[in-house]
């Protein structure tokens, strides 16, 4: 079973980088019978071996001036003859129509030339394969719910506004009485400026008044917090369309809110985890604590780390990038109502944490040197074997272990060097242009963490992670003490986004949405990846184990993810728009911190280290399953890890890349369909270690007496 997975993966893999190299040659093809009035030249870009940088300019002649240019790239606008930012290796098309209704359809491919252009333009229809299935919508697909996003008005904001301006700005008159229908053009109000004098404000569409502000009272104060602080604090009056309108993408597609079916399949196991363990992630939470600390670490139990290293492990796999500049990305996407889902999201997750690492701990093998194997492959194929599904757990074992190898490699590795590069080169310019060898000297550092095996890399995991978390804690816990008369607005911003968004948020599901998706890839509950690292503590009772798991998803996204939120939101910065990602959270720390943003450019190395480390471990676990538990195996497998450590931060793989992050994802559907079958059994395993607590019968170090 296991060649057979391998072999079709491989070969499909074949099979698209050979298609990607067949017609590289640029289209200029007639896509319909297109009115003989325009003619269209075109000019194909290809400025340099860097991955998505081609272009496609045309020039069209013939029919009746202006001419609009329907694109399938849709971040090119409607009115542009120019597509930028293009993946090379790839088919775009263009709809051409003039004033007159006359349309032609043309194709174009920029021919992908370098190595990583033709990996790049390989993988793309994969990563699109792979996002149709992760992203599925399955409410939209059966017809309950319509995921394109209307407008059923528009604020109308101070001209000229942006966050971080320093000025005031008061509504001197109303032209237009509250309530009336005002055409587009019309002047609607006039606004004193501190600093610009009066201005008249026009109306940009047509539609019916409402007035948010009255005569004489302040719209926006930038020395008022409150302010700063408040969601759409610089709208002053609401215009009501007279029929909704669909917000549109550049190109003219509708905009849409999908409810991902990947996100449905991770929340929807959380929710049914925690009422089948109790309420867990709860009842638990205090227990969980006490074995952290180390209070029922037995020296003779099975295993080589203790659970707080275990913890440590696990930990540093999911702290990182996702809190940094994924939490950005929820709160520009969802706005700060996005961080009630996110807290919210991270709570369930902390059930499927506790069963995950349970049957992780249960299914173990210990082998005669004391090396050991564990993880979702073992309770796949093992438990179902006891519940005599032996076919369906080989091949669920089978399926995440390629996965878990693939993730390794990718998601867990190139994409956490390539993105630490980025960052620290963007701050230490001296480091640009020297991938290799930041990648060559990190390769070095991961090496000789990974060849001491599980018991080095928790030893450096309970150095690292509780340092690097210490950083990025307290430098939150600054900005936001500094900050600290904004925490009325502040959460009233959060409460308020979440229960009564604006449409231009998708709405109370986009927002939900949002921030479930982002908590769900942050803290990996549900993945199975944790389970590997859980299963080498040293336990005699496998629920102990899954006590001090639930603790990751709660550091992870209810402590950091919020953290990062409440920075955004306590200094302002969840306002700004056109940038997001790490860049977004670099700025809100810097408008406090000025040089925090060179600390936090270590921290994410860190963050990116410490992930890279943990993941070998996971990755190793997986490949030894496959390619059997040697020692030679083992060494392969570093070694090729330690290579792909280089790769990713000398090269940008693009789509390669996002394949690779993909497939940690998709490690949750073997995963959860293995828990589900098995959640019964460790419902009962969880009685079991109840009774033996409360009589005492579990093992507890003893306070020494001076």
Request: hydrophobic fraction near 45%.
């Amino acid at each position: 079973m296991r060649k057979y997975l391998l072999s079709a993966l491989f070969l499909c893999t074949a099979i698209v980088a050979i298609q990607a190299q067949v017609n590289v040659r640029a289209q200029d093809n007639t896509g319909d019978r297109d009115s003989q009035a325009l003619k269209v030249k075109s000019e194909i870009i290809n400025p340099s071996d860097l991955i998505n940088d081609g272009g496609i300019r045309l020039e069209v002649t013939g029919g009746v001036e202006p001419y609009t240019y329907k694109w399938s790239n849709q971040e090119t606008s409607l009115t542009s003859n120019k597509a930028s930012k293009l993946t090379e290796g790839i088919d775009y098309t263009v709809i051409i129509t003039d004033a007159g209704q006359n349309t032609v359809t043309k194709s174009y491919r920029i021919p992908a030339e370098s190595i990583t252009e033709n990996f790049n333009g390989a993988f793309t229809p994969i990563v699109d394969n792979m996002g149709a299935i992760l992203f599925w919508d399955p409410f939209t697909a059966i017809g309950v719910y319509d995921p394109i996003v209307y407008a059923d008005e528009k604020n109308v904001s101070i001209p000229g506004w942006e966050n971080g301006i320093e000025d005031k700005f008061i509504l001197k008159s109303w032209n237009i009485a509250e309530g009336s229908h005002v055409a587009k053009g019309d002047v609607i109000a006039v606004i004193s400026s501190e600093k610009r004098g009066d201005i008249e404000v026009k109306s940009t569409t047509s539609g019916e008044l409402k007035h948010l502000v009255k005569d004489g009272e302040s719209i926006f104060d930038y020395t008022n917090t409150e302010d700063l602080i408040e969601t759409g604090a610089h709208y002053f009056a609401r215009l009501q369309y007279d029929e909704p309108v669909i917000l549109t993408h550049p190109n003219g597609d509708p905009q849409s809110h999908n409810i991902p079916f990947i996100v449905v399949w991770l929340v929807v196991g959380a929710a049914f985890f925690t009422v089948r363990m109790g309420f867990i992630n709860f009842r638990g939470f205090r227990h969980a604590l006490d074995l952290a600390k180390g209070k029922y670490d037995d020296p003779d139990a099975p295993g080589s780390i203790t659970h707080f290293q275990a913890l440590s492990t696990a930990v540093s796999a999911t702290v990182g990038l996702g809190n940094i500049a994924g939490v950005a990305v929820a709160i520009s996407l969802g706005g700060a109502g996005a961080t009630f889902w996110m807290v919210l999201a991270g709570f369930l997750g902390m059930s499927s944490k506790f069963v995950e690492c349970t049957l992780g701990v249960k299914y173990r093998f210990i082998s005669k040197e004391g090396k050991i194997f564990g993880g979702p492959m073992n309770y796949l194929r093992y438990g179902l074997e006891k519940r005599d599904l032996a076919g369906l757990g080989k091949f669920l074992a089978g399926f995440f272990a390629v996965l878990g190898v693939g993730a390794s490699f990718g998601g867990g590795n190139m994409f956490q060097a390539n993105q630490s590069f980025e960052i620290l080169s963007g701050q230490f310019p001296a480091l640009v242009g020297n991938g290799f060898w930041f990648g060559l000297i990190v390769s070095v550092l991961v090496g000789v963490v990974i060849i001491g095996g599980i018991s080095s890399i928790a030893k450096v995991t309970g150095k690292v992670v509780p340092f690097m978390a210490a950083v990025y804690v307290l430098g939150a816990l600054v900005v936001i003490g500094i900050n600290i008369e904004n925490i009325g607005p502040a959460f009233t911003a959060i409460f308020e986004g979440a229960f009564n968004p604006t449409a231009l948020k998708g709405g109370v599901i986009g927002v939900l949405i949002v921030g479930f998706q982002r908590a769900a890839f942050s803290n990996e509950a549900g993945v199975g990846s944790a389970a590997i690292a859980h299963s080498a503590a040293k336990t005699n009772h496998p629920p102990s184990e899954g006590f001090v798991a639930l603790l990751e998803p709660f550091i992870d996204t209810v402590v950091v993810c919020t953290l990062t939120a409440l920075v955004l939101i306590f200094t302002g910065m969840h306002e700004v728009e056109g940038i997001g990602g790490v860049q977004l959270t670099s700025e809100a720390f810097a408008s406090v911190i000025s040089w925090f943003p060179y600390v936090l450019s270590v921290a994410v190395f860190l963050f990116a280290f410490s992930t890279m480390i943990s993941w070998s471990y996971y990755g190793m676990r997986a490949w030894t399953y496959l390619f059997g538990r040697s020692n030679k195996s083992e060494f392969i497998y570093k070694m090729l890890f330690l290579v792909f450590v280089v790769v990713g931060a000398s090269i940008s793989l693009g789509a390669v890349l996002v394949f690779s992050d993909m497939m940690i994802l998709a490690m949750s559907f073997p995963n959860i369909i293995g828990m589900y079958i098995l959640s019964g059994e460790v419902r009962e395993d969880l009685r079991e270690y109840f009774k033996k607590l409360k009589a005492g019968e579990l093992f507890k170090k003893q306070k020494i007496v001076s």
